[in-house]
């Protein structure tokens, strides 16, 4: 599973507050984000497409009966850097990472 750890304040992660935390040594407000998933029963995923994979991080926290993260067809950073034309893009095959990454 990929994903980062942060810290919300006012609805909005706050990299400050999570390195205070961490740095105190206080570990109440840290939430896991997941978003990505690479490996699950022993198979790699990263050839799989994005869309796949989350489909698959979906189901898993469907099973364990977790409240799923907020799964976009394409994840904010892919729509700012790899729509040079206007139109979101998949990402490139295999989890490659476009130049702009």
Do not use: Q
């Not at 400050?16 to 961490?22: K, T």
């Not at 990263?46 to 067809?73: M, Q, T, V």
């Amino acid at each position: 599973m990929d994903g980062e750890i942060a810290v919300v304040v006012n609805e909005r992660t706050d990299f400050s507050a999570l390195h205070a935390d961490l740095t105190a040594g206080r570990v109440a407000r840290l939430l896991f984000y997941a978003f990505d998933l690479v490996y699950l029963d022993g198979y790699d995923l990263r050839r799989e497409p994005l869309l796949e994979r989350k489909r698959l991080l979906r189901n898993l926290f469907d099973r364990a009966n977790l409240k799923a993260p907020a799964l976009s067809r394409w994840s904010g950073r892919w729509r700012r850097c790899c729509a040079h034309s206007g139109t979101p893009r998949p990402p490139p095959p295999g989890g490659a990472r476009c130049p702009c990454w």
